[in-house]
């Protein structure tokens, strides 16, 4: 028990020295993957509209403005509804479209990029502008949002 605490600090702490010593290739890196994000009016990935959708129907249904509807409880493939949802009390759909698919990208990106570091046993920059391409892939084109974020964060 004692062996798996010390292992874990010393990744944590390996982590941390990690972040430290590349903060800013990290966060120029990470820029540079939303960009396409950020640049279009308008994000099309397959069914994101239908979820933004969902997102201000929620908050029709909410505000009492949409009689007889109502939400059920749902446990899976929720990642983005709940994002917009969280984001849309926030600021308007398009904004928070606009927040929370980023935020999605860098973490398939990252995660992508974690998992190539490990494989390869060194940090993996040789191969991010592969991962980037990746990340804007056919998995986001079809809209499959909530998959994309759980393969991330695996």
């Given amino acids: 028990m004692k062996l798996e ?6 990744s ?5 020295a990690f972040l430290r010593a590349r903060a800013l290739l990290i966060a120029a890196l990470s820029v540079l993957v939303i ?7 308008r994000i099309e990935a397959g069914d994101l509209g239908s979820h933004v959708y969902n997102a ?3 908050q029709l249904v909410e505000q009492g403005q949409a009689p007889g509807l109502y939400f059920g409880a749902q446990w899976n493939n929720m990642f983005l ?3 917009l949802d969280w984001a849309g009390k926030l600021v308007c759909l398009p904004a928070a479209e606009k927040i929370v698919l980023p935020v999605f990208v860098l973490i398939f990106f990252w995660g992508c990029f974690a998992l190539a570091s490990v494989a390869a046993g060194k940090p993996a920059f040789h191969v991010t502008p592969a991962i980037a391409a990746l990340a804007y892939g056919w998995s986001f084109h079809m809209g499959f949002i909530n998959c994309y974020v759980s393969l991330g964060l695996a």
């Fill in 5 to 10: 605490a010390v292992q874990e600090e010393r």
């Fill in 12 to 16: 944590t702490a390996g982590l941390m």
């Fill in 35 to 41: 960009v396409p994000c950020l640049w279009f009016p």
């Fill in 56 to 58: 201000w129907l929620r």
């Fill in 81 to 83: 509804d709940v994002g």
